[in-house]
Every structure is written in C-alpha cells, then in structure tokens.
C-alpha cells in the first residue's frame, strides 16, 4: 500500500484519518507494511466504555495493523447508531452498521425506526445491526425479538444492506427468519458465532458468513476451535465485539481492535496457516459482504 505523505493533518477541515503522523516518523508503518492488514469486523468503540481514551485505541489499533472498523450501533440504546456514524464520518476507515439489539428490541418505538431508516441512507452505513434473536438471556420478550428481528431483516432487503445477526441460542429461529425474511436476497453475517457445525452449516446454506471472535481463543473452546477448522475460508470474518469478550491473553479485560490480530492467530493455528493468509481471506470476506473500497489508503478521508 503506497504511502500518503500529505497525510490528513495538514487538512483540518477533512474527517481525522484513522492514523497517526507519529508512526510515519518512527517507520513503525514499514514495519506494518510487511503484514497484510487486518478488518475487526464488529466493534462499539463509539460506547462510554472508549470515552476516555477512543484516540488511544485507535491508534493501537493501527499499530497493530488494524485499517479498518465497522462500529456496530444499537449496542445499549439507540443514540449508539447516531454515535457509531459520528465517528465513521471523522475517520477514514471507520464504518457503521445500525440498528438495535435483541435484547433492547422492547424499547424501540415507530419513530425510532423511522430513524434509523433513515440513517441508513449515509455514505458510510453499510449494514444493519445489530439485531438477531438471544434467547439465552431473553431480555426482550421472544415475540417481541421475533418482531424486531423480522423488520430488521426486511429492512436490510428493503435498502440491499447486509444484515449483522446477533444469535443466541436461537440457531433454528434466526435461519428460518432469514429464509423466510430474505427469499435468498438477504445477506449478512453470524456474528460472534459460536453454535455448531450443524448450526454454521445451515448458514452458510443460506449464503451467511461466520464471524469468529475472542471466544475462539478460550480454553474452554475446543468445539468451536473445531468449526474454525472446517469453516470454508471464503466464509468467515474475525471481529473483537469490543469492550466485550477479550481474547486470551487479554481475558478479563475491556476489549479492543488491537485485539483482532489473537483472533487471527488462533484461526491461522487450528487451520495449519499463516495468520495473513487468516488476515487476507478475511479482508476479502468483509470487502464483498459490507462493499468496503479495497486497499484504502489510510489518511484519506
Ligand atoms: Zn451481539
Ligand atoms: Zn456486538
């Protein structure tokens, strides 16, 4: 990727890069040059977890090669998305995603739809989410999820966006909501997945990606480690879902985007691979799925 010497800092007005002007002077962008860049698939920096240091992580995050984000909005309530597409305009890189997760489905009122479909007309919007069905922690009535969940879906179809599917314990309601929903135009991805090879199989059927998270890193992991193994390499993303689920040897702690590359490396060690074969393949599998530009050159707006 060819350097930008007229990086963004001479430009006040344009969006802030997702860069620094630092690791141009200290060569530590050679140094990442030499490893094919990674995509956190899913991630809410733009919650009060990152209020204190958001510059920070990003900037770790681009040292640890990490040029691209997608910001989940509709992660606790719905001034996330307008949050979440704040930050996607000030960075290049950064992307947004919104919509309103399962668990807060009860809370969210006509006009808030209303909202939110309009959001989905910004530039830099480019899925819906997150939404799905947890039937683990059933915070919203099931009808209600079901309901939510059936209306995202549509609207995703409605707007050709893909749709970024939370899924707990619901694998068969989440399937049948995206065949009967999509009628096989609907795209999207399992996010955080971690039900079985069963379960990834009649995704993948219906044209689904598999996104892995810190949970495939866990001790206690081995059955997911398992499908990592054999999911198809043109099927599957990585993705922190941060401030939550930090990867060993992080676990414990808040999450970040930095932490994508133990993602990667895990998936790179169950499947006998070099991480950037992990970090190329999905690269390409979020490109196509969100239509992200390929090879953006950070610094640019
Ligand atoms: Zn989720
Ligand atoms: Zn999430």
């Given at each position: 990727?060819?350097?930008?010497?007229?990086?963004?800092?001479?430009?006040?007005?344009?969006?802030?890069?997702?860069?620094?002007?630092?690791?141009?002077?200290?060569?530590?962008?050679?140094?990442?040059?030499?490893?094919?860049?990674?995509?956190?698939?899913?991630?809410?920096?733009?919650?009060?977890?990152?209020?204190?240091?958001?510059?920070?992580?990003?900037?770790?995050?681009?040292?640890?090669?990490?040029?691209?984000?997608?910001?989940?909005?509709?992660?606790?309530?719905?001034?996330?998305?307008?949050?979440?597409?704040?930050?996607?305009?000030?960075?290049?890189?950064?992307?947004?995603?919104?919509?309103?997760?399962?668990?807060?489905?009860?809370?969210?009122?006509?006009?808030?739809?209303?909202?939110?479909?309009?959001?989905?007309?910004?530039?830099?919007?480019?899925?819906?989410?997150?939404?799905?069905?947890?039937?683990?922690?059933?915070?919203?009535?099931?009808?209600?999820?079901?309901?939510?969940?059936?209306?995202?879906?549509?609207?995703?179809?409605?707007?050709?966006?893909?749709?970024?599917?939370?899924?707990?314990?619901?694998?068969?309601?989440?399937?049948?909501?995206?065949?009967?929903?999509?009628?096989?135009?609907?795209?999207?991805?399992?996010?955080?997945?971690?039900?079985?090879?069963?379960?990834?199989?009649?995704?993948?059927?219906?044209?689904?990606?598999?996104?892995?998270?810190?949970i495939v890193t866990f001790k206690n992991a081995d059955?997911l480690r398992?499908?990592?193994?054999?999911?198809?390499?043109?099927?599957?993303?990585?993705?922190?879902?941060?401030?939550?689920?930090?990867?060993v040897p992080?676990r414990?702690?808040?999450?970040?985007?930095?932490?994508?590359?133990?993602?990667?490396?895990?998936?790179?060690?169950?499947?006998?691979?070099?991480?950037?074969?992990?970090?190329?393949?999905?690269?390409?599998?979020?490109?196509?799925?969100?239509?992200?530009?390929?090879?953006?050159?950070?610094?640019?707006?």
């Open positions: 990727m060819p350097e930008t010497p007229s990086g963004g800092i001479t430009h006040a007005v344009r969006p802030e890069p997702f860069d620094n002007a630092q690791d141009r002077r200290s060569g530590a962008q050679a140094e990442r040059s030499r490893r094919a860049p990674l995509i956190d698939t899913h991630c809410h920096i733009q919650t009060e977890e990152f209020d204190e240091d958001r510059h920070e992580v990003l900037a770790r995050a681009r040292e640890a090669g990490v040029d691209t984000l997608i910001v989940v909005g509709g992660a606790g309530d719905l001034s996330t998305n307008d949050a979440a597409v704040t930050l996607a305009e000030q960075h290049a890189g950064l992307y947004a995603t919104v919509g309103m997760h399962p668990h807060d489905a009860k809370d969210v009122a006509e006009e808030d739809m209303d909202r939110l479909r309009g959001l989905t007309g910004h530039p830099k919007v480019v899925a819906i989410g997150e939404t799905g069905l947890d039937f683990h922690y059933d915070n919203s009535p099931r009808e209600v999820q079901r309901e939510m969940f059936d209306r995202f879906a549509g609207l995703a179809v409605e707007r050709r966006l893909p749709i970024v599917v939370h899924n707990r314990e619901s694998d068969r309601e989440v399937a049948e909501t995206i065949r009967n929903r999509g009628g096989g135009k609907l795209e999207g991805v399992i996010h955080c997945f971690t039900s079985d090879q069963a379960a990834a199989r009649s995704f993948l059927d219906l044209g689904f990606y598999l996104s892995f998270s810190g059955g398992d499908v990592a193994r054999w999911a198809p390499l043109d099927r599957l993303l990585i993705e922190t879902d941060a401030p939550f689920l930090a990867p992080k414990g702690r808040r999450n970040e985007p930095a932490y994508v590359r133990f993602v990667a490396e895990t998936l790179a060690q169950v499947r006998g691979v070099g991480v950037d074969e992990i970090a190329d393949a999905a690269g390409r599998n979020a490109r196509a799925l969100f239509g992200l530009p390929s090879g953006e050159t950070p610094g640019k707006p």
